[in-house]
């Protein structure tokens, strides 16, 4: 089956999705478990570093996320901007 994105602004088809397997998705689920199980032993400074490197790279492309937010929800895009 295809998951498609659509503009609910001009029912323009932005992108189509090819559905995962079952099994697939039971692989990549039990990996995320695993890299979670990991992450939780790690120490506060190894996280924090790691988070302020997540948001340095979702400041730096704000514009390129809002503008996607405004085409797939809708949502206007200072509204993506501060969301991102």
Do not use: C
Request: overall charge positive; proline content about 4%; charged content about 25%.
């Amino acid at each position: 089956m295809t998951i498609q994105a659509i503009n609910p602004a001009t029912s323009e088809v932005l992108k189509a999705y090819e559905e995962m397997a079952p099994a697939t998705v039971k692989d990549i689920v039990s990996k995320t478990h695993e890299a979670f199980l990991g992450w939780r032993r790690s120490t506060f400074s190894d996280r924090a570093g790691l988070m302020r490197k997540a948001a340095e790279i979702l400041r730096a492309n704000a514009g390129e996320y809002a503008r996607l937010m405004a085409q797939e929800m809708g949502k206007p895009v200072r509204d993506g901007a501060a969301e991102a």
